[in-house]
């Protein structure tokens, strides 16, 4: 048990400092070279939602750390001003884009563009190319590299808790609320779930599921229609931490007893949610990890030109429960 204890604590210490000491890492790097100070260009989808926040933070960290000049644009949601402020980027000549696709199809022809001028690329949390023909770590040809959650495998991770809260001897009624179905992350969400789910045996059947757009008062409006539609559902899953908090208000309101369980999971209000019981478990993604991740790959794509393409770079994403909230440090 002493040894047990100690592994755990360990583990935990080891995700907690990741962050620093790839921000020492590319602190050392970046004194390397004083002859041209490198400007790295970031345009998120919109920084109105605290996970976009936390990885532009991350970026800039790590950048700042490097010696590195960071350059962050906000679309505010407008997949056409994302697109005029790659070109914006283009035209003040950064050494190095990334980007968080607003539409994965339409950001096809944003990394052509960007090759054209001979600019390293790197996709963050979201892939390239339409999900229904590319697999989740097969990147669009000219990327320099993909930086995600593996959203597949937090859907999957998601399911495998689902399986649990399941009532035994009959088949349980489930909800899904989707996150908007623009992004490729939508589909990944809800097919790694399903997968768990039939893995494990599960005698099941999807009632309901409905698109939002993220945010926890549509969170709350979509299950509130759930529980009125299907007082005697058994489970709801939730794309985000951030519409589970909506979902979790629904619930309480209804007086229903219905399991709550979602992907997504990290920031202080989820974890806040967890701790409290009103949801049941989340998975861990880790926001500004992916913001310092998506750098290092910028960095190495910048700096030395034999750096390979097409890489798929992703990281561990442990169950979030009531137990186990250390499991999950970041919290943003």
Same mark, same amino acid.
């Given at each position: ?14 995700? @907690? ?9 590319? #602190? ?12 790295? +260009?970031?345009?998120?989808? #919109? ?13 800039? $960290? ?15 949601? #407008?997949?056409? $001003? ?9 035209? $003040? $000549?950064? =050494? ?6 607003? =539409? ?32 989740? =770590? ?14 597949? *495998? ?17 088949? %349980?009624?489930? %909800? ?10 939508? *589909?990944?969400?809800? =097919?790694?779930?399903? %997968? ?15 698109? @939002? ?19 005697? &559902? ?42 409290? +019981?009103?949801?049941? +478990? #989340?998975?861990? @993604? ?16 910048? @700096? ?19 137990? *186990? &909230?250390?499991?999950?440090?970041? &919290?943003?």
């Amino acid at each position: 048990m002493g040894g047990e204890r100690t592994g755990a604590v360990a583990e935990r210490r080891r995700r @907690t400092t990741l962050v620093a000491a790839s921000l020492l890492l590319f #602190s050392a790097c970046g004194r390397s070279d004083q002859n041209h100070k490198l400007t790295f +260009g970031y345009v998120p989808a #919109s920084l109105e939602y605290p996970f976009n926040v936390a990885l532009a933070e991350g970026f800039e $960290q790590a950048a700042k750390a490097a010696g590195v000049n960071a350059v962050v644009l906000d679309p505010h949601g #407008s997949v056409e $001003q994302q697109a005029n402020a790659i070109d914006d980027l283009l035209a $003040q $000549q950064v =050494d190095a884009i990334g980007f968080l696709p607003l =539409d994965s199809v339409i950001a096809e022809s944003f990394v052509d563009r960007i090759n054209e001028e001979k600019v390293p690329v790197v996709s963050v949390a979201l892939q390239v190319g339409d999900s229904a023909k590319r697999k989740t =770590d097969d990147p669009y040809p000219g990327l320099s590299a993909l930086v995600v959650t593996d959203n597949y *495998k937090a859907g999957t991770v998601a399911g495998e808790m689902a399986a649990k809260l399941l009532p035994p001897g009959r088949t %349980a009624k489930i %909800a899904i609320v989707m996150g908007d179905p623009a992004y490729a992350i939508v *589909k990944l969400n809800s =097919d790694g779930f399903l %997968a768990a789910l039939d893995k494990a045996k599960a005698n099941y059947r999807i009632v309901a599921e409905q698109p @939002t757009n993220w945010t926890p008062d549509e969170g709350e409006s979509v299950c509130q229609n759930f529980l009125t539609a299907h007082p005697d &559902l058994d489970l709801i899953y939730s794309h985000a931490d951030d519409m589970a908090i909506g979902c979790a208000r629904a619930i309480d309101a209804a007086g229903s007893k219905v399991k709550l369980v979602a992907t997504g999971g990290g920031s202080r209000l989820g974890t806040d949610a967890i701790r409290a +019981g009103e949801v049941d +478990g #989340s998975v861990c @993604t880790r926001p500004k990890l992916l913001g310092v991740l998506m750098f290092k790959a910028m960095y190495e794509a910048a @700096t030395n030109p034999r750096t390979p393409t097409g890489r798929f770079i992703t990281y561990d994403m442990p169950p979030i429960t009531k137990d *186990k &909230l250390a499991d999950c440090p970041e &919290l943003w």
